[in-house]
């Protein structure tokens, strides 16, 4: 009984370490599928003339999870609520910024380009998308730059301090 607790703990820790570890992977991939939102919003708005509700639509069908369930989520509740494309792009945000993996910083430029949806013409809203771009770039260096340092440091340490408790309880 007294292994059977120790594989566990061994386990769980391990388990702790590996998931640490594929949240700064999460947060990388993320940051590269909403700059690829971007990109498609702005090839879109350019060429395609969609409507930003039918370009919701599509960004949720081209992206991968969870970041296509944000914009589906987001197009589903333009039909249903009748506030404003801000309102529903900040509740959106806040009900999906715990299934995400994105950090504050990374939540609060998404915010303020939310604040600009459809408030300005074309070539503005082009300039916002880029502004933004530019932004999440940033912040995608960032989490390269932290997913090099830290994501196999955490599955090691992890493993390592599962078999820390281990060792102490034998």
């Given at each position: 009984m007294k292994?059977?607790?120790?594989?566990?703990?061994?386990?769980?820790?391990?388990?702790?370490?590996?998931?640490?570890?594929?949240r700064y992977?999460?947060?990388?991939n993320q940051l590269r599928e909403f700059i690829q939102a971007l990109q498609l919003m702005e090839a879109e708005m350019t060429f395609g003339k969609l409507p930003i509700q039918s370009l919701f639509q599509l960004l949720s069908e081209q992206l991968s999870q969870p970041v296509?369930?944000?914009?589906?989520?987001?197009?589903?509740?333009?039909?249903?609520?009748?506030?404003?494309l801000q309102d529903?792009?900040?509740?959106?945000?806040?009900?999906?910024?715990?299934?995400?993996?994105?950090?504050?910083?990374d939540l609060h430029?998404?915010?303020?380009?939310?604040?600009?949806?459809?408030l300005h013409d074309l070539v503005q809203q082009k300039k916002q998308i880029e502004l933004a771009?530019?932004?999440l770039h940033k912040q995608l260096n960032e989490s390269v730059e932290e997913e090099k340092r830290?994501?196999?440091?955490?599955?090691?340490?992890?493993?390592?301090t599962g078999v820390l408790i281990v060792l102490v309880l034998i």
């Open positions: 292994w059977i607790g120790m594989l566990l703990i061994l386990f769980t820790c391990t388990w702790v370490g590996l998931d640490k570890s594929n992977k999460g947060r990388t296509s369930n944000f914009f589906d989520d987001i197009n589903k509740r333009l039909l249903n609520v009748d506030g404003s529903v792009w900040q509740e959106t945000i806040h009900i999906h910024s715990h299934r995400l993996a994105l950090t504050k910083k430029v998404l915010k303020q380009f939310g604040n600009t949806l459809g771009s530019i932004h830290f994501a196999n440091m955490s599955r090691t340490l992890g493993l390592l």
